[in-house]
């Protein structure tokens, strides 16, 4: 069964920083392809950054070099560093597992909102 439990999410000023967590269990994170989504009310889920089991990163534009994803093989967790922080960016921000057999699965999601 997988779980994903994304944590690390609150209320920040524009210009600050928030690091976002996704503990996973179920999914190795070292062998799966990992992802953070964003939504935000009225929007559709996006794509903000993944990460490869070869370790590998894409991020959208809007988030490139601002946002960094990581992950603690040791602690099957996966991170979004976010810096530099935009009331743009907030939303509903979710932690993806794609597994070997082809499935998504979903964390419940932990808000962002960054104040002007």
């Known amino acids: 069964q997988v779980q994903l439990v994304e944590s690390g999410g609150g209320l920040v000023q524009a210009g600050g920083s928030l690091r976002l967590s996704c503990a996973a269990s179920?999914?190795?994170?070292?062998?799966?392809?990992m992802g953070w989504f964003r939504q935000a009310p009225g929007k559709q889920r996006d794509l903000v950054a993944v990460?490869?089991?070869?370790?590998?990163?894409d991020y959208a534009d809007s988030v490139n070099g601002r946002f960094t994803i990581s992950r603690d093989n040791a602690k099957n967790t996966v991170y979004l560093q976010m810096n530099s922080l935009k009331p743009e960016d907030t939303a509903v921000y979710y932690c993806?597992?794609?597994?070997?057999?082809?499935?998504?699965?979903w964390g419940q999601g932990t808000q962002v909102t960054v104040s002007s």
């Open positions: 179920g999914c190795i994170v070292s062998i799966n392809n």
């Open positions: 990460i490869t089991s070869g370790g590998g990163t």
């Open positions: 993806r597992c794609h597994i070997w057999s082809g499935r998504d699965y």
